[in-house]
């Protein structure tokens, strides 16, 4: 090695560490997005049971996703029971959550009543 390729390395590494950094984030952002996805899905087959069963679905829907807004359209018993939830998740990682929009999640469920 000849001296002027002595700290190259480190000088690539300096570099480099930040964009690793930033995809990182980024990845941690996007798997709480889709985990606020799934949650949403939960929240909304929660809120379809607790309606076919003549209870709130609101209720049922806070307990999975606070801050979640809920529609039901319900019929008489046996017919089906629609649920919508939406919520709006924020993106708030550190450096790369003004890179990704706040996103507005919505979950779609649907059950017989039974009540």
């Known amino acids: 090695m000849t001296s002027d390729e002595s700290g190259q390395a480190t000088v690539e590494f300096a ?4 964009v690793f950094a930033l995809m990182f984030l980024a990845l941690v952002q996007l798997a709480l997005i889709i985990r606020a996805d799934v949650l949403a899905h939960d929240a909304a087959r929660e809120a379809a049971r607790a309606a076919s069963l003549g209870a709130d679905p609101g209720l049922a ?4 996703l606070p ?3 809920v529609a039901v359209s319900r019929g008489d018993v046996g017919d089906p029971v ?10 708030e990682v550190a450096l790369v959550g003004a890179l990704f929009p706040d996103v507005t999640i919505r979950a779609d469920a649907e ?3 039974e009540r």
């Open 15 to 18: 570099l480099l560490l930040p």
């Open 61 to 64: 829907t806070e307990r999975v």
């Open 67 to 69: 801050g979640a807004e």
């Open 82 to 91: 629609r649920v919508r939830v939406q919520v709006r998740f924020v993106t």
């Open 111 to 113: 059950m017989r009543a």
